[in-house]
DNA sequence: GAATCTTACGCAAACGTTTGCGTGTGGAAA
DNA sequence: TTTCCACACGCAAACGTTTGCGTAAGATTC
């Protein structure tokens, strides 16, 4: 079991100085030709890999990106992370995913952990806990700490920094404005408790699109829920007998377990019921009839926070003290679950 | 932006040297009581968190756990990760993820990395070309430089190293087992291309449940599909017309798939055929027909997974010459696709 | 042969910790 | 007054790098 092998190794077996190894393997012009091929055959020969770790602390960064957020076993998310893979690799960089599982005090830790030497930057979205207890200190220190922080999706409006985010409400509106082109008229909603950021938001480009044909806004037709473990129950009930011809769900799902507890009802979709979800994910893609969909654009988001993220590494800290918001657009994927 | 705060900067603003700065904070008893609460004091207000980076490096160890896996967005690996997670941060481990995105090339770089200085240890599923290619030499490399691997899900036998596997054939047995208690027996499989350990294994056991009914092997029962992405045009071709009873798909995708693709051939599942998959994913629970299934338990694959490399990593190296492999039980989960 | 210049290398500090050991100070015992 | 012992603290090395600068030895110039 050969250890790693250090420069300092190196530099004994072939009786030279540790810095002239250093040198010799950059290639700097200080040493002799004959001496740095000498090195670096040998550096190939024992498979030598500079320590990340002594660098890092040399250059007082990891070149890693660290990435928070609230649930990994989550196909939005996890796209998310693909794109932020995507060009933080592209651009050198490590990615290190922690989940919070929306908990409050591990999203403290987590961060506070990557914070203390493991990470430069980061990508975090936060947990519902969070949200609920409004308590950012663990954020505001970090960033205070210089290390820069983009929010994504579930956002802090408190927080200055760079964000990236969809228009939730417009998407909401876009979902629903296809409800009402198709001839819906009556359309529950589906929804979160008020607290998460999102739900909220959807909520309100649900009735905005209302407002947009006149219709009023009817207390039953909107329903909003807290438990996500039992809401089949919470939904058949709210289903059961109302006079509906249309659901806007907020996630998928909802959207799915709507579909679900209609069939039961002796009701199909789409033909008695059009049904629209939020979020393109797997079970939308394959679910039976299709679902259409409002499409976060996952990747993209991951994207853009990366290199909101890398800009601000990169740059000089004296220009640093600009903030931008980027909002992905939404787009609507039509499938079956609102073909009349 | 005040920066972070070292133990240098404390030992300065007190006037005392770094290690007894150091020694305060460790309640050493060489330290004053009245140096070591003034220490504590000053360190609470300037919240001093010690620099991962610099401890690692000088207790050659990080603290942190790289798993590597083939795919981000993937139910079944995220929910081994979500197991990982678990026992880590229950252990003070951390948990860096990165995925090979079925590249081995990818696979190569991101161990290297993460073996120079970032991880302690691995827990690791290969990429597919990693299996076509069948090159092994970046493991290889890393348990020579005294870091455990623990494979998972998609081994290697050649590898002498730590396992986490299921029974592939033994669940594919199961399955078809399971199909051929209903009744059916015209069972068609569709499978993966060989050279995926886990396809190959899961059609032996197909084969063998066969056998143990005296059913002969039809070739043209069998579909090997290289291509995820099309798999929706061949498994049509494939069950066009064909006279069977019940299908086993060795996923989650190509079972959702045939279902789909049964339905627009004029057939009904379960009546017409039953389908049966593998892995318990979110497809399958939330499917119409909701779908019987092989669970793989993902998550107690993390759990015992962390748990032999953390006992790795935790013994002394002396006894460590000792490689186990754990089989996790699958496990039937009957649901409607294949209630007759 | 002396003065100067190159070449090729080594020294040492720095990044932020931890820790064994050395040491100055003061008080108590003799 | 001398000796000794605790006590409380600092020194320095170590982890593995990088890099500016100093410096030998040899080569060049006059």
Redesign the pocket.
Known sequence: MKQ?????QI?KEL????????????D?????????QKVKAFAKLYN????N???S????KTKTIGVIIPEIVHHFFTTVIGGVEKVANAKGYNVIICSSNNSFDKEVINMEMLASGSADGFILSVAKETQLKKDYHHIQETMSQGMPVVLFDRIIDEIVCDKVIIDDAKGAQMATNHLLSIGCRNIAIITTVDYISVGKLRTNGYLRALRGYDIPEKEEFILKIEDVGNCEAEISEFLLNKDIDAVFAVNELFAVTATKVLNEQGKTVPNDVAIIGFTDGILSKHFIPSLTTISQHGEDMGIRAAKLLIDKLECDDTEAEEYRTVIIDTSLVERKSTKK
Chains 1, 2 share one sequence.
Do not use: G
């Open positions: 790693k092998v250090t420069l300092k530099a009786d030279v100085s540790i810095s002239t190894v250093s040198k010799a393997l950059k700097s012009a200080e040493i002799s030709l004959d001496t740095r030598y890999k500079p320590n770790i002594a660098l602390l040399k250059n007082r």
